[in-house]
């Protein structure tokens, strides 16, 4: 596999499974939850500690990173069969709901997407708005799936401003690959606004205590950071 000549930041990082066991068809757009350059997102990615990457990111600027060669599986979705079949892209954005992007994200985003399904020959990027659906379906030689970090895990990733906009990416990928958008059924979800809750799980007077609990919730798989008062 050959690796997206979009790319101006190369920082590999130790954080993945080695070769994928399952061909490439679907693509996973995340929210990197910090208005981050690709350069510092490939560092954070680049520690062994930090026990987590992706194939590809996104700056602020809409400069794009590689962290995990295509050919290998990233540590990026909280599940292992969605990693191994999906192009892992984290996106900078803000760090707080909804988690928005800027318009040269956007547009490198689309970029990516367009050259990651021209390279493996498909002509339809399909968002289902279905996580059941997304999972069961057997895409065609042609199609690619987009997949979410939230059907795997209690996170808000990719964050509802990209979550509503995944109809649009597919679109404009597709009708730049020269293909024919479909509307499926379960495609249009509601404008929703959802509700972020904050639990203080626990109070320490020792910041190693607190770093300790921080990493045990991250391995868990949910979103967590010390606030100092």
Known sequence: ??????????????NNSGRRTHSVDRISPHCM???LSAKKCGELFSRRS????????IGKDGEIGLYVPEEKRS????NADNDNRA???ECASDARHPYAMNNR??????????DICRRYGKTKLIWFGSKSKSLSYKPADNEMIITVHRWFAQ????????YNRLGKLASEV???????????????????????????????????????????LKKAGFEAKIMEG
Not at 3 to 14: G, H, M, Q, W
Not at 75 to 78: A, G, H, L, R
Not at 105 to 114: E, G, P
């Open 1 to 14: 596999m050959e690796n997206s000549k979009l790319v101006s930041v190369t920082i590999l990082s130790p």
């Open 50 to 57: 930090y026990e987590a990457s992706s194939n590809y990111g």
């Open 105 to 114: 994200v956007w547009k490198s985003l689309v970029a990516l997407c367009v």
């Open 87 to 89: 192009i892992t892209i």
């Open 174 to 216: 597709t009708a730049q690959l020269g293909g024919k958008s479909e509307v499926h059924s379960g495609d249009q979800q509601p404008q929703t606004t959802s509700v972020l809750y904050r639990v203080q799980c626990g109070a320490f007077a020792n910041k190693e205590n607190a770093e300790k609990l921080v990493k045990t």
């Open 75 to 78: 540590w990026c979705s909280s």
């Open 155 to 162: 996170k808000s990733c990719p964050g509802d401003w990209l």
């Open 33 to 35: 939850v910090g208005q």
